[in-house]
């Protein structure tokens, strides 16, 4: 297992002493992990409603509930009964958080000949992990619960193509649903980001002066209201959504106890003394799950 027992002892041979890289002398200059921002975690940008599930650890939730009645309004006339509009019920769910974790081992030697905090190093690698995990896991929910498609024009990698109008068309099906539904957010894997991105016509396209300017950061751009995410976690024949962030679910949480530090509706960690190994075991976990509770305020766009 790397990283869990102490480096080898130095070794001389004439002149020329040997030591393994992870022993303090010389020192080494360690790169910077990659902080969670640069791996394009969006699943908490995608559903933004959180949830307690403290006590139970599951979830009854209604799916779609429709904002309007069944039936259309009716002219009464004098002294005219009013019509009843029957009203279906909304189709009812449940979901379990689960635990997701890792742990790792590490000696005291290996932390003692270290000028590195080993210990807090392999910490933010395991929250790295899970919450790249997780977030992956929200991205499948999404995309299994969502049915509903918008075809491109044209292929993207054309030079037909138009990926700024194929996103509005795919967002006016969201907005023909009249369930009060607006998408405000847009991801895209990065091929397909790097597309609408370069196209001339979303720069063309960009207001010049106002309050709703064009936005382009290495992972987020917006224009026209939407803030257009890059992510490397979208499943398997999924390049596109289009979402309204506001309204397509919740991820629920738990908080179990034990000791961990963190906030319950993210990743946790905790470090355990094993005197008798003269080391240490860290571990981490997300309890949670996703909840999409409104499939029809996302939409998915297929294009080749």
Do not use: C, H
Not at 167 to 178: F, K, Q, R
Not at 232 to 259: F, H, K
Not at 286 to 291: A, N
């Amino acid at each position: 297992m790397p990283n869990v027992y102490a480096p080898a002892a130095p070794t001389v041979s004439g002149d020329n002493i040997t030591v393994n890289r992870l022993v303090n002398s010389p020192v080494l200059i360690q790169r910077a992990l990659r902080t969670l921002a640069q791996m394009r975690l969006v699943g908490d940008k995608i559903l933004t409603g959180s949830v307690d599930l403290t006590g139970t650890g599951a979830v009854n939730y209604e799916v779609s509930e429709a904002i309007m009645a069944a039936s259309l309004a009716e002219r009464i006339d004098d002294l005219m009964e009013y019509p009843l509009s029957a009203e279906p019920s909304a189709v009812s769910q449940m979901a379990a958080a689960e635990n997701w974790g890792l742990s790792t081992l590490i000696s005291d030697k290996l932390v003692a000949r270290n000028r590195v905090d080993i210990v807090n190093r392999k910490m933010i690698k395991l929250a790295n992990r899970i919450a790249f995990g997780f977030d992956s896991l929200i991205l499948s929910a999404v995309a299994s619960a969502v049915t509903q498609t918008s075809t491109a024009t044209a292929a993207w990698n054309t030079t037909n193509a138009d990926p700024f109008a194929d996103i509005t068309l795919g967002a006016a099906v969201v907005d023909s649903l009249n369930q009060g539904y607006e998408v405000d957010t847009v991801l895209a894997t990065p091929t397909r980001w790097a597309r609408l991105i370069a196209s001339a016509k979303i720069i063309e396209r960009a207001p010049r002066e106002s309050n709703d300017s064009l936005l382009l950061t290495g992972r987020l751009a917006r224009i026209a209201g939407l803030n257009i995410w890059k992510t490397t976690n979208m499943p398997a024949g999924v390049d596109v959504m289009l979402i309204d962030s506001r309204q397509l679910g919740s991820i629920g949480w738990e908080d179990q106890g034990g000791g961990y530090l963190g906030s319950a509706d993210g990743v946790q960690s905790k470090r355990i003394r094993l005197d008798e190994n003269d080391g240490w075991k860290i571990q981490g976990r997300r309890i949670g799950v996703p909840i999409v509770q409104e499939p029809g305020a996302a939409v998915k766009i297929i294009s080749t």
